[in-house]
């Protein structure tokens, strides 16, 4: 089987950058590709403030879900802190849920689903704030949310692991793969001009292999050898990439 990619588009909230959403979601219905957009229920992070609030933001997130694009649950308020907790991706030692309790999370998360629930809109998929959650994080989400989709991991295909659905997420730009299922993160409110300019070109080219949220057969996969061991290798590279980064620093 050859490759699949899924676009994914974090950090939509009411303050995001407007003109490049505006630009992406045209670019997106004109090639009728329907990502995955992970919404911040009550943004409070000053980094996504890039704009005035818009009163019609909701309106444009219905709109979204109306036409099939899949919500993502993207954490509650984007508040991130310093921890040094055990996280099931450790990309970052930051986080809105690590290493808090089950009870400060479920909170979270129950806000967080509430508000996106009492505008009409129903979230498919969790993706966790810079990627950064725990075992708690899942557990708690199993409790008050109907959610059991994960927009993350590292591994070639979908898998299924502590009660979720896995959706891989591996890639931060387009770039060809033989096979396998890859999501691809873009973060639309930093993109510049010359992004936007080779997302469109890379659209163009990938077109024909990129698919939906809706287009996945779910299954209750376990990981494979490959799965495994392309895990490890990740995460090799990406503790090496990180020492030459801070040598060069």
């Known amino acids: 089987m050859s490759a699949s990619y899924i676009i994914r588009l974090d950090d939509a909230c009411e303050t995001m950058n407007h003109n490049n959403w505006k630009y ?10 329907k990502p995955i957009v992970a919404v911040v229920p009550q943004n409070v992070d000053k980094t996504l403030k890039c704009n005035d609030v818009d009163p019609l933001f909701w309106n444009k997130v ?3 879900q109306k036409k099939n694009w899949t919500i993502g649950l993207h954490g509650y308020k984007h508040d991130m802190h310093k921890t040094d907790a055990k996280q099931i991706l450790p990309i970052y030692k930051r986080s809105e849920f690590s290493g808090l309790s089950f009870l400060e999370q479920s909170i979270k998360l129950k806000k967080g689903y509430k508000i996106l629930k009492d505008k009409g809109i129903h979230p498919k998929v969790w993706v966790a704030p810079a990627h950064c959650f725990d075992r708690v994080t899942l557990k708690a989400l199993e409790a008050e949310t109907p959610i059991r989709v994960v927009s993350d991991g590292i591994a070639f295909s979908q898998y299924y692991e502590f009660n979720f659905y896995w959706i891989p997420q591996q890639l931060w730009h387009l770039n060809f793969k033989k096979k396998g299922l890859w999501t691809v993160c873009l973060h639309p409110n930093s993109m510049s001009d010359k992004d936007l300019s080779q997302l469109k070109k890379d659209l163009i080219r990938y077109r024909d292999k990129i698919i939906s949220f809706d287009e996945l057969k779910l299954e209750k996969r376990k990981k494979s050898l490959g799965d495994i061991m392309f895990n490890k290798f990740f995460w090799y590279r990406y503790k090496i990439t990180n020492i030459i980064n801070q040598i060069k620093s």
């Open 62 to 64: 219905l709109s979204w």
């Open 24 to 33: 992406l979601e045209e670019m997106l219905d004109s090639l009728n590709i």
